[in-house]
């Protein structure tokens, strides 16, 4: 049963920085797109960030310059290392994995941000930013 845990969240002011982690299990872990995605209340779900197994790497126009994924094979984990904080950033923020392989995100990229191209998700963790 693939299972993803998210963890990182919590309260930070403007400007701050959080790294959100998401761990891995009951899949191969190498095999998959792991991307991230955040709801605010009232809104839907959007696209953050992907990151293929081939390490190629996706983001939100809202968020380029200021976040940034990576993966460790070795822990089964990917990162959102997110800097600048603003506060249009409050959310949960979930991981998600995709079967797809990296030559479809290739050609599709709007295919990294669409929820419909994840296959197993995480419960979310919650990100606040407040002075």
């Known amino acids: 049963q693939a299972q993803l845990v998210e963890s990182g969240g919590g309260l930070v002011q403007p400007g701050g920085s959080l790294r959100l982690s998401c761990t891995a299990s009951g899949f191969t872990f190498d095999a998959y797109a792991i991307g991230w995605f955040r709801q605010a209340p009232g809104k839907e779900r959007e696209g953050v960030s992907c990151i293929t197994n081939d390490a190629s790497t996706y983001y939100a126009d809202s968020v380029k310059g200021r976040f940034t994924i990576s993966r460790d094979s070795a822990k089964n984990t990917v990162y959102l290392q997110m800097n600048s904080l603003k506060p249009e950033d409050t959310a949960v923020y979930y991981c998600?994995?995709?079967?797809?392989?990296?030559?479809?995100?290739?050609?599709?990229?709007?295919?990294?941000?669409?929820?419909?191209?994840?296959?197993?998700w995480g419960q979310g963790t919650q990100v606040t930013v407040s002075s």
């Open positions: 998600a994995c995709s079967a797809e392989g990296p030559s479809t995100f290739r050609r599709l990229t709007l295919a990294t941000m669409i929820p419909t191209s994840y296959d197993y």
